[in-house]
């Protein structure tokens, strides 16, 4: 059997328009890398090897007949967050094991029509509430650069996968940092762009205010390839933007000369790793060698996004999960005595612990008395933490910073101190509140472990700033390495 | 701000959760710690400051109130718990 897992999404493409290699091909050849490696790994939770090989092989009819996208024959992965007709979607949780999807994702359906091939539904925190993929229902998963830590998350399954190579790319949401931070700890590009960029219809929703969808892959180009089926406009997501949608790998080979790079001080404090800020003061070295100027600056109130988030987001994930009554869909406990007993036992037995940690720290927040010490309180604060990052914005094109204050920690390290785990998302989290849109690019190791180099732009500037990741991976081959046993 | 057993008791109960009883003080423990790093906040004035609603000011965006979406009900009740005639059943609520 023929190996292409060393070729990016946009090297696959080519491979196929040209007739290098058939869709049946690649997608078995991706197929028997998951047989291979995931049972250590954990990175899928459902696989589809039938439907996988009908898709590739209507795609090899399509690339025949000519005229056939980019994306047609490429096998990509979603995380199982997003609803896919008529295979099972868990969103990482019990309460949803049983859960048949009786319908398409918009960015599923965009991906099907532009002829992608759904390899299987990838692992992630519960509810995609997490930093390290520990709260699945259907365990851990593990780091392919070093086993005993973790991937990150909440997209800690398609974080790991891509890392691997059991998939070209996949799909990943981020609420506080669920794309870019799994992206830094597992050496690949992730991209979350401006909130409403990507519709939201059909992705399970944790808190409506913050998530967004966006590609994560191993290279600016292959996120730009992505992104150009992904985002638009979709009447049946109440907050997605009516906005033209330009050609993101057009502007991929625009000079960086003059380019002004701010650098946040807060995010370079004492919080940081010391291995950490090597790399990433190397890969601003190199930004500089490339003609950008470096500028300080500061977020004064950047401070303050965790607090903040674990307001917002408990707030409206109380809101959102108060949907899975054991009525309709989803699990529902044996016997129930009453219709009390049903709901509370459906939810209590079908949710984990950090969901129903955060379920009650919303709840309380938003019960009578309360509201405006904290949900009223979190919304100003966000209007202070998006007015740095507009202030910041009259003097710099883009902010760069890490994506995480350390590397991959050990399985196990942070699951009992739910605030240490928090932390972890301490310099993403205010991208979220504020709907920026910011990319993890690969920048190098510490400690043989990956490190993710945070580039944070203004709205909808998304073009802007895969041309700035692109130009650093064509003088860097970071985002080329595979770890070792992957090979 | 620290919870006791007798809070994370009743905020179970109007957020519709069990709680094993041996669970609570694990919760209370930890929903205090929360509450404790959100306290953070009040470092801020924030009089005055309006609430972010949109990240972009967007107003919510309204459509003709006319129906738009066929009747699946045969497709969504297939991943319900229990139905019978079309109708989701749960136990008895009146005597």
Not at chain 1, 182 to 195: Q, S
Not at chain 1, 319 to 344: K, Q
């Amino acid at each position: 059997m023929r190996h292409f897992h060393d070729k990016t999404l946009a090297e696959l493409s080519a491979l196929l328009q040209a007739g290098d290699v058939s869709s049946s091909e690649l997608t078995e050849s991706y197929l028997a890398r998951i047989k291979q490696y995931d049972a250590t790994l954990n990175t899928f939770i459902t696989v589809v090897e039938d439907q996988a090989m009908q898709q590739a092989s209507e795609a090899d009819k399509a690339l025949k007949a000519g005229g056939a996208g980019v994306l047609t024959g490429v096998p990509i992965a979603h995380k199982d967050i997003f609803c896919t007709q008529g295979i099972r979607t868990s969103c990482g949780s019990k309460m949803l094991d049983n859960f048949i999807s009786p319908y398409d994702a918009t960015v599923v359906k965009k991906f099907k029509k532009a002829g992608a091939i759904t390899l299987g539904k990838t692992n992630m925190d519960e509810f995609a509430m997490g930093s390290s993929n520990e709260t699945s229902y259907y365990g851990p998963v593990r780091n392919p650069w070093n086993t005993d830590t973790v991937p990150g998350g909440s997209s800690g399954g398609s974080a790991a996968a891509v890392a691997s190579r059991l998939t070209p790319a996949a799909t990943g949401t981020d609420t506080g940092g669920s794309i870019r931070q799994p992206a830094a700890l597992c050496g690949i590009t992730g991209l979350k762009p401006t909130y409403g960029l990507v519709s939201r219809y059909g992705m399970i929703a944790f808190a409506s205010s913050l998530d967004q969808a966006g590609p994560m892959a191993q290279s600016a180009e292959d996120c730009a390839l992505m992104l150009n089926t992904m985002a638009g406009f979709d009447e049946k997501d109440s907050t997605s933007l009516e906005k033209t949608i330009p050609d993101y790998t057009a502007g991929l080979k625009n000079s960086i000369e003059g380019l002004r790079i701010g650098l946040p001080r807060e995010y370079f404090d004492e919080g940081l790793n010391d291995g950490v800020r090597g790399v990433i003061q190397a890969a601003l070295d190199t930004y500089h060698d490339m003609g950008a100027e470096l500028v300080d600056i500061t977020l004064p109130n950047s401070g303050l996004s965790v607090p903040v988030y674990y307001v917002v987001a408990p707030a409206e994930c109380s809101a959102n999960l108060s949907r899975f009554d054991g009525v309709r869909y989803g699990y529902r406990c044996e016997d129930p005595r009453d219709l009390f007993d049903l709901y509370t036992r459906s939810r209590g037995e079908g949710f984990g612990a950090e969901v129903k940690r955060r379920i009650m720290v919303g709840t309380y927040a938003l019960s009578a008395g309360y509201y405006d010490a904290y949900y009223l309180k979190a919304q100003q604060l966000r209007h202070l933490i998006s007015d740095d990052f507009k202030a910041a914005f009259n003097s710099v094109d883009v902010i760069m910073g890490p994506a995480s204050p350390g590397p991959a920690f050990k399985l196990g390290e942070k699951a009992e101190d739910p605030i240490s785990m928090y932390l972890s998302d301490i310099y993403t989290i205010a991208v979220n509140l504020a709907g920026l849109p910011g990319i993890s690019v690969p920048a190098g190791f510490t400690d043989n472990k990956p490190v993710g180099l945070q580039i944070i732009g203004n709205y909808f500037e998304e073009s802007r700033l895969l041309n700035v990741a692109h130009t650093y991976q064509q003088h860097t081959d970071w985002h080329r390495q595979i770890p070792d046993g992957y090979k | 701000m620290s919870l006791d057993t007798d809070d994370i008791k009743s905020i179970a109960q109007l957020a519709r959760l069990k709680i094993d009883e041996a669970d609570v003080p694990g919760y209370a423990t930890n929903l205090s710690n929360i509450l404790d790093l959100v306290e953070q906040m009040n470092s801020v004035d924030t009089e005055g400051v309006i609430p972010m609603s949109h990240p972009l000011d967007v107003v919510q965006r309204l459509r003709e109130d006319e129906v738009t979406e066929t009747n699946q009900r045969d497709a969504f009740q297939k991943v319900a718990p229990a139905t019978q005639d079309g109708l989701y059943l749960v136990p008895r609520v009146i005597e």
